[in-house]
């Protein structure tokens, strides 16, 4: 199995920036592509942002050019988030897909002010 703890989240102003970090534990050399979603109040869960085992990455339209997303060696994932904005208010989650199946972690929350 593999866990996921996200930390990173917090309040920020509009225009501002905040990095979010999901730390793999477990079988973490089964994990091949990770991703970061989100989920507003009352929406459904979006996705943001992937990236492969080889590091190919994509991106929602919403985020393009503000996000980036990364991980290490270690599948530690990462998601530098610049230019924020209330819209991007959200519980972020990451998730880890492996042979076996895709895991979660319990998320962190973003909230951006105007």
């Known amino acids: 199995q593999v866990q996921l703890v996200e930390s990173g989240g917090g309040l920020v102003q509009a225009g501002g920036s905040l990095r979010l970090s999901c730390a793999a534990a477990?079988?973490?050399?089964?994990?091949?592509?990770m991703g970061w979603y989100r989920q507003a109040p009352g929406k459904q869960r979006e996705l943001i942002a992937t990236?492969?085992?080889?590091?190919?990455t994509n991106y929602a339209d919403s985020v393009k050019g503000r996000f980036t997303i990364s991980r290490d060696v270690k599948n530690s994932l990462y998601l530098q988030m610049n230019g924020l904005r209330p819209e991007d208010t959200a519980i972020y989650y990451c998730?880890?897909?492996?042979?076996?199946?895709?895991?979660w972690g319990q998320g962190t929350q973003v909230t951006v002010s105007s």
């Open positions: 998730k880890a897909k492996t042979t076996w199946g895709a895991y």
């Open positions: 990236i492969s085992s080889g590091g190919d």
């Open positions: 477990g079988r973490i050399f089964s994990i091949d592509d």
